[in-house]
């Protein structure tokens, strides 16, 4: 079973930057394309950034398009995203998972954008 380890998330103001890290474990990572899914209070889990097996393609949420950069290390079985112009809609908790999501979650790191 695959095992997502996130970190980087913090309390930032409006504006800006944060750069979260997923490291992943007991699993072939180049396998599979890879996803950052963002879950706000009392809000469901959704995608905001897919990238694909070899990292060539990648894809965005309409609300975080032109911010946010996700990037993967094949070698490193690490998945990144650089989050810029940090927005308060911006906040809850940061969760990476295979796309489509196969494997149970990780706990997240959450992310707190102060107003």
């Known amino acids: 079973q695959a095992h997502f380890v996130e970190s980087g998330g913090d309390l930032v103001q409006a504006g800006g930057s944060l750069r979260l890290s997923c490291v992943v474990s007991?699993?072939?990572?180049?396998?599979?394309?890879m996803s950052w899914y963002h879950q706000g209070p009392g809000k469901d889990r959704e995608l905001v950034a897919r990238i694909s097996l070899g990292g060539g393609i990648t894809d965005y949420h309409d609300s975080v398009e032109g911010r946010w950069s996700v990037s993967r290390d094949n070698a490193e079985n690490t998945v990144y995203l650089e989050m810029n112009q940090l927005q308060p809609a911006d906040t809850g908790v940061y969760f990476c998972?295979?796309?489509?999501?196969?494997?149970?979650w990780g706990r997240g790191t959450q992310v707190t954008v102060s107003s």
């Open positions: 007991r699993l072939s990572m180049s396998s599979y394309a």
């Open positions: 998972n295979t796309d489509p999501p196969l494997f149970d």
